[in-house]
């Protein structure tokens, strides 16, 4: 957990031993920065598999629920947090404020999985029309499971890219700030700790597909306005003032997500079978329980 063994050493790296100080972010000590450090990457961990587990529910309802679905969701997951973890390599040394280009991240990172969520509905749409364009021969099949993995895609990249980010922005924090080479096992091992069985047995039949999405974005922006709260200087003034104003975007953008319309018809309406969705049908029962939405 975040509150275990403080660190001992100051060393970050070869340059350190040459007297390089470690930096200093928002006025913290290196003690304060491994504790803070350690927690968002726990909570960021937690929110990242609950997007998980929202995504490949959600989805199944698009693609179905065998496994070349399964196979594709999964891979547009992994492939989201390999382009961003690619993208930030040559970069993280370069900024200045590597803290507060966290904060950036996890803010951007809660708002692209919720900006996703109308792309989700539309997506039913598309895959009805894929249905009715691609034939049925082993052509036609392959273009059918690359037009469905560009929607796998369009749901899940723009979050999964910033949670690729995340990690290593951590770890080079932690590293110039004087905790050490400790921090890489450290911060990977509480990242992989919790948010399976809180999102799969815990919070899916209690909330539902979308609750369990909107949940973990706000997650996100949470972590994201406490880090730029304490990212932006010492004043205690400038840094009430930073933290309401992103407070104030991210409760907006909650209520607003979670006023999107979920129709359960549209849901349950077995697209990917069908290729169209039911006219004229009432809906007796819907929740979505552990393991299928019924």
Sequence with gaps: MANRAEPETVTVSGADTAGTPPMRFGGLSTAQLWRLLLAISFGTAVASFMYEIAWLRMLSLVLGSATHSFELMLSAFILGLALGSFWVRARADRWSDPLRALGAVQLIMGFAALATLPLYLASFGWMADLIGTFARTDAGYTGFTLARYVICLVVMVPSTFCAGITLPLITRTLLVGGVGERAIGSVYGVNTFVGV?????????????????????????????????????????????????????????????????FDSLLLTSGVFRHGGTPSGSEMVFYRDGRTATV
């Design 197 to 261: 069985g809180l999102a799969g047995v815990v919070l899916m039949p209690l909330v539902g597909m979308r609750a369990v999405l909107v949940s973990a974005a706000a997650l996100d922006m949470i972590l994201g306005v406490a880090v730029l709260a304490l990212a932006v200087g010492k004043r205690p003034a400038v840094r009430r003032l930073a933290a309401g104003a992103a407070a104030a975007v991210v409760v907006v953008s909650v209520v607003v997500a979670s006023r999107l319309e």
